[in-house]
């Protein structure tokens, strides 16, 4: 994998993408009761689900996700900022994983509830809500962190402007 000194413009647009689409399943949950509500005694090919925004998006996550590990992986990321201390470069990279791990296990754990219909896996996708804020939370921290404690140009790097 190369170390590119800059994002593509599509890498960048995937980001934002996906980060707007997660958010609205956060914010818009009304959609995803009302999925719950076509879910019962419906399959994965009932023409009310999969016309269901929250069923929509979540599948969209799911592809957009695959595109943008697949554009890494042919492509790479810019190296961390040399000012940026060791061990928070390491927690950057579980962070990114643990993004990684949600945008995938979030889309496939909703399909499989519908599919199999386990309480366990539907314990497992409602966990998703709160994982995600928290690592927003610590994502928006630690981009304030570079911007103005380290004053690299990370946010920059992420608005297409490195």
């Known amino acids: 994998m190369t170390t590119p000194d800059r994002y593509t413009w599509t890498q960048i647009a995937l980001h934002w993408l996906i980060a707007a689409l997660v958010l609205f399943e956060i914010f818009f949950e009304r959609f995803a009761q009302a ?3 076509a879910m019962r ?12 925004p929250h069923f929509l998006v979540g599948l969209l996550i799911l592809v957009l996700t695959l595109w943008r590990v697949v554009l890494r992986f042919m492509r790479g990321a810019p190296a961390a900022p040399a000012e940026e201390p ?17 945008l995938f296990a979030t889309p496939i754990t909703g399909l499989l509830r519908l599919a199999i219909r386990s309480r366990i896996i539907g314990e497992l996708h409602e966990w998703a809500k709160p994982a995600f ?30």
């Not at 005694?41 to 269901?52: A, D, H, K, R």
Request: charged share 10%; aromatic share 12%.
């Open 35 to 37: 999925g719950e509500h």
């Open 41 to 52: 005694g419906s399959s994965l090919l009932n023409p009310v689900l999969v016309t269901n």
């Open 86 to 102: 060791t061990i928070f470069q390491w927690a950057a990279k579980l962070a990114h994983l643990a993004f990684y791990l949600l």
């Open 133 to 162: 804020l928290i690592l927003i939370a610590i994502h928006v921290v630690a981009v304030l962190v570079h911007q103005f404690l380290w004053k690299t140009n990370v946010f920059g790097r992420m608005i297409g402007r490195a």
